[in-house]
């Protein structure tokens, strides 16, 4: 199984100041078609998680331009350009190119 | 209103069965690849497996902890996707969520207890 590793897995950022967390994927996330499967899911305290960005850079509806999806084959980034105090919550990375699905181990956001 | 709503979850004893399933409604959901996810208590997220469309193979693929146990299924003409969980281990104990890859929103899950 493809092992997603993320970066820091905690992270204490003041009001309106950058966040970043990066994942990095033990192989290529390139697929046969030649884009690249890599989600980002938050999960908000007490609830349940809800995608934000699909393939490295694809903001979802509704989301925020402040987050923001970048990287190729293995390396990639989550950049929260100024945090706000709904971000608070757990990030996850997840790689839908190779079979099964695998998820990082997330990333715990919190506000100073 | 785009929606994903599992039921079935419950307290089983290990080796035992059950079968959850997750209404969807608010988007094409003929269309769309449906998982399955699981978080243990206190834990990040599990990939449990994905059921293609039909117009794509219906083809399901299974993570490895779950392959040979769990079954993913689907009927479109209930927009009712199901997963039939055999053989339950105790470290199966989660919240299962349905999602789709074709919108951001996950269900609420539903709890499942696997304890003697």
């Known amino acids: 199984d493809v092992v997603m590793t993320q970066s820091p897995l905690s992270l204490t950022v003041t009001l309106g100041q950058p966040a970043s967390i990066s994942c990095r994927s033990s192989q290529s996330l390139v697929f046969s078609d030649g884009n690249t499967y890599l989600n980002w899911f938050q999960q908000r305290p007490g609830q349940s998680p809800r995608r934000l960005i699909y393939?490295?850079?694809d903001r979802d509806s509704g989301v925020p331009d402040r987050f923001s999806g970048s990287g190729s084959g293995t390396d990639f980034t989550l950049k929260i350009s100024r945090v706000e105090a709904e971000d608070v919550g757990v990030y996850y990375c997840?790689?839908?190119?190779?079979?099964?699905?695998?998820f990082g181990q997330g990333t715990k956001l919190e506000i100073k | 209103e785009v929606q994903l709503v599992e039921s079935g979850g419950g307290l089983v004893k290990p080796g035992g069965s059950l079968r959850l399933s997750c209404v969807a409604s608010?988007?094409?959901?003929?269309?769309?690849?449906m998982n399955w996810v699981r978080q243990a208590p206190g834990k990040g997220l599990e990939w449990v497996g994905r059921?293609?469309?039909?117009?794509?193979?219906?083809?399901?693929d299974y993570g490895t902890p779950v392959k040979g146990r769990f079954t993913i299924s689907r009927d479109d003409s209930r927009n009712t996707v199901y997963l039939q969980m055999n053989s339950l281990q105790i470290d199966d104990t989660a919240v299962y969520f349905c999602?789709?890859?074709?919108?951001?929103?996950w269900g609420q899950g539903t709890v499942v207890t696997v304890s003697s």
């Open positions: 999602s789709s890859d074709d919108i951001p929103t």
């Open positions: 608010g988007f094409s959901f003929t269309y769309a690849w």
């Open positions: 393939k490295v850079s």
């Open positions: 997840m790689q839908g190119t190779h079979r099964p699905r695998t």
């Open positions: 059921i293609k469309s039909y117009t794509d193979g219906g083809t399901t």
